[in-house]
């Protein structure tokens, strides 16, 4: 099956500046979620999507960064206006069903650098 | 969530065992213990988990402690593209909340 596509793979930005990243989870997955791995540390979950609705939002920084999931498909997580400290991996992963913990697949992120 | 500890980093010689533990001393009772790697510039993979019982399968064997305070992920034979930062996680059934976890390295 293919795995979970996110784009872009990479992206500079200079602080203030807004960006978007989009992830493609695996068909049929109906729990989707965005992590943000900061270097040297282990992901964090920012916020978790059940179909195209919020389960958990409670670490995103919600003055800067949105999320959506529309139809229960793909996926988009923003940042405006971006600042230094959020240079970072951005995970996206999904799962077929949500109290599965063995069951996440994670795609390969966007790396974001923010100047 | 349980508090976990693990090495910061550990080394292990190709084709030779490799034992990762894991302290969750405060884990609950119904959480299972998993355990995911990440490779280089990829993002998390799935590897073992358990609730009470030693676990095997084709990549790794979790040894659980009989009081589930600590665990062991068991590498038999370690190969280079082993090389990977080891996450183990207490699961609760709501979301996989990551620790630092161990960067393993395998010496040729």
């Known amino acids: 099956e293919a795995g979970v596509a996110q784009s872009p793979r990479y992206k500079i930005i200079e602080k203030r500046q807004s960006v978007a990243f989009w992830c493609n989870p695996i068909s049929g997955h109906a729990t989707l979620y965005w992590y943000q791995q900061i270097l040297g540390q282990g992901p964090k979950l920012l916020i978790q999507?059940?179909?195209?609705?919020?389960v958990d939002d409670s670490q995103l920084p919600k003055d800067r960064f949105s999320a959506e999931r529309l139809k229960g498909v793909d996926s988009t997580l923003k940042i405006q206006p971006a600042k230094l400290e959020d240079s970072a991996v951005y995970l996206c992963?999904?799962?077929?069903?949500?109290?599965w913990g063995y069951g996440y697949t994670f795609g390969s992120g966007t790396r974001l650098t923010v100047v | 969530d349980a508090k976990t500890t693990q090495p910061n980093s550990m080394e292990s010689n190709e084709e030779e065992p490799v034992h990762l533990p894991c302290n969750h001393s405060?884990?609950?009772?119904?959480?299972?213990i998993h355990w995911y790697r990440q490779l280089p510039s990829q993002g998390p993979e799935y590897v073992i988990h358990?609730?009470?019982s030693n676990v095997n399968n084709r990549m790794a064997s979790l040894a659980i402690a009989e009081d589930r305070k600590s665990s062991t992920l068991i590498l038999h034979r370690a190969t280079l593209r082993d090389a990977a930062v080891y996450y183990c996680i207490p699961y609760a059934g709501n979301m996989l909340t990551f620790g630092g976890g161990t960067r393993l390295m395998v010496k040729p």
């Open positions: 358990g609730l009470t």
């Open positions: 992963a999904s799962s077929l069903v949500r109290d």
């Open positions: 405060t884990i609950s009772g119904t959480d299972y």
């Open positions: 999507f059940q179909n195209n609705g919020v």
